[in-house]
């Protein structure tokens, strides 16, 4: 089993960035595909992004490519997001997850392991 941190979130203004972390403990996050998720109130679960065991494949959803890139350090067992050009509807809770599956999967309900989120809020 693994356990997932959150870290890195805060208030920005529109335009800002903010590298949200991820630090795993209990297991090596190198025998999983990981990926970023955000709900914001009201809505459901999205995917934000995804990337292979090796860090080879990544995989964004169509609102952040450009602006979001994910990145992992498998030797510090760490997994980030770097976030820039931030928009107010970027609003949301953010959530590390881990999958034991080979492919990036973007629905949330295939994912095995999950964070606690950590907030992000995008001022206008």
């Known amino acids: 089993q693994v356990q997932l941190v959150e870290s890195g979130g805060g208030l920005v203004q529109a335009g800002g960035s903010l590298r949200l972390s991820c630090a795993a403990s209990?297991?090596?996050?190198?025998?999983?595909?990981m990926g970023w998720f955000r709900q914001a109130p009201g809505k459901e679960r999205e995917f934000v992004a995804g990337i292979s065991r090796r860090g080879i494949s990544t995989y964004y959803a169509d609102s952040v490519k450009g602006r979001f890139t994910i990145s992992r350090d498998n030797a510090k067992n760490t997994v980030f997001l770097q976030m820039n050009s931030l928009k107010p509807e970027d609003t949301a809770v953010y959530y590390c997850?881990?999958?034991?599956?080979?492919?990036?999967?973007?629905?949330?309900?295939?994912?095995?392991?999950w964070g606690q989120g950590t907030q992000v809020t995008v001022s206008s």
């Open positions: 997850a881990a999958d034991s599956v080979v492919a990036i999967m973007t629905i949330p309900g295939e994912y095995d392991y």
């Open positions: 209990g297991r090596t996050i190198s025998i999983y595909t």
